[in-house]
């Protein structure tokens, strides 16, 4: 009787502690949290950044495709056009649509304040040109592709200053 006593005594203790855990860990607290100070919006608002006042990319990016445009009208047909438009900077554009081994004349234009480096690649071949953002006028070079895509890079160490405008045609 001894032995069923001393057993029954741990199974019961073991019951009440955990009965005593399961209600600690679901019941309310036993001590009221004080009451938080209510702060007002204005003293825990932070003053909003004032934005830096800074060109309008768009505006730049229509005054570089202008200079390519020049009177507005390209002095290209259609049929030659493979692609054309504006870059972010740093950015580049691909087209996938050209073979290897085709001939291109790229021309490549910028505005506002600035310089910015266009860049080619296709396969192994590159080539690079830097223009002058402050001169009107547009940069063309010929180019060669080395595998069956082209890409279009711009960098430029003032971004935010700067338009872009290329244009890839095949030579008439």
């Given at each position: 009787m ?12 073991a ?15 036993a ?18 950044p004032q ?5 309008d990319r ?5 005054m570089?495709?202008?200079v390519l445009?020049?009177?507005?009208e390209?002095?290209w047909d259609d049929?030659?056009?493979v ?12 087209d ?9 004349r790229i ?15 296709s ?8 223009v ?7 940069n ?7 595998a ?7 960098d430029?160490p ?15």
């Open positions: 001894h032995r069923f006593t001393r057993h029954t005594g741990r199974v019961l203790a019951v009440a502690l955990l009965a005593g855990l399961t209600t600690a860990c679901s019941g309310p607290s001590t009221p949290k004080a009451p938080q100070p209510r702060q007002t919006a204005a003293a825990t608002a932070t003053p909003a934005p830096t006042p800074r060109p768009e505006r730049l990016d229509k570089a495709r202008d445009n020049g009177t507005g390209p002095d049929k030659d056009l692609s054309s438009g504006s870059l972010a900077i740093p950015g580049m554009n691909v996938e649509t050209v073979k290897s081994g085709t001939a291109l021309e490549v234009a910028c505005a506002g304040d600035g310089k910015v480096t266009f860049t080619a690649v396969g192994s071949a590159r080539t690079t040109e830097r002058d953002c402050a001169q009107s006028m547009r063309s070079f010929d180019f060669t592709t080395a069956p895509s082209l890409a279009i890079q711009a430029s003032d971004p935010e200053g700067v338009g872009t405008a290329y244009v890839v045609r095949r030579p008439a």
